[in-house]
């Protein structure tokens, strides 16, 4: 069974300063797809930036880029020009890759509490 | 841009009730995931449907059933309603044919069990 690990339960970065979201996980799959959700005190689920496994090129979103150790099976985010809307929580998945079917069900870690102070 | 439609948005149950919740995705969707998010929690993946068939079911109690209707709508159907339900009910959708790593979420349906 795949699993995400998230090992900090919260962070605080100052507004324009850069921060890093750590997140690692557990497969023993080769395709597979990595993902990091926002969700604001809204509760909306919002994708951030994806990553594919099989690329070695590191996914980049304007402010958000991503860390992709596939060794390592670590995913890491970072924010770059932290702004006030960044304030939320994030969330890493994972998604294992079912050709031919729908089964493509996110997992979850359980998330990073960001606050970007003033 | 249509987006996932998700009703109620707020449901106040009792204890041993039950409660329907109904998911639309966007159009020409025709997969449909559900996640539980418990208070303070990640989303759980429940159940998933695709071209009307279950096609996954993940940590869904027996007391919960879904289904997806021929215009592909979703309800998940859940009976004696325990405190533990209380939680932010999400329906996503994937586009038929699209990236199989696709999944856009609704709103989500907040269910609080008193």
């Known amino acids: 069974a795949q699993t995400v690990t998230q090992s900090q339960p919260e962070m605080s970065v100052q507004e324009a300063e850069t921060v890093t979201l750590s997140c690692t996980y557990d497969t023993s799959e080769n395709n597979y797809y990595l993902f990091w959700y926002k969700q604001p005190p809204s509760r909306q689920m919002i994708l951030v930036i994806r990553?594919?496994?099989?690329?070695?090129q590191n996914a980049t979103e304007n402010r958000f880029s991503v860390n992709f150790q596939k060794a390592a099976k670590s995913f890491s985010l970072k924010i770059s020009d932290s702004q006030l809307g960044d304030t939320a929580m994030y969330f890493c998945?994972?998604?294992?890759?079912?050709?031919?079917?729908?089964?493509?069900?996110?997992?979850f870690g359980t998330g990073t509490l960001l606050a970007v102070q003033p | 841009a249509a987006g996932v439609i998700q009703s109620p948005r707020h449901l106040i149950k009792e204890k041993r009730e039950t409660a329907t919740l109904k998911c639309y995705p966007i159009p020409r969707h025709d997969t449909v995931y559900w996640y539980q998010q418990g208070p303070g929690q990640d989303p759980q993946f429940l159940i998933s449907f695709y071209e009307k068939m279950q096609s996954d079911k993940g940590s869904i109690p027996d007391r919960f059933s879904a289904q997806q209707f021929s215009d592909y709508h979703s309800e998940l159907n859940m009976s004696s309603l325990e405190l533990g339900d209380s939680a932010l009910y999400f329906c996503a959708s994937r586009r038929a044919g699209g990236p199989l790593d696709e999944q856009f979420f609704g709103p989500g349906t907040r269910l609080t069990v008193l």
């Open positions: 998945a994972f998604m294992k890759l079912y050709y031919g079917g729908a089964t493509n069900k996110l997992i």
């Open positions: 990553q594919e496994a099989y690329k070695q």
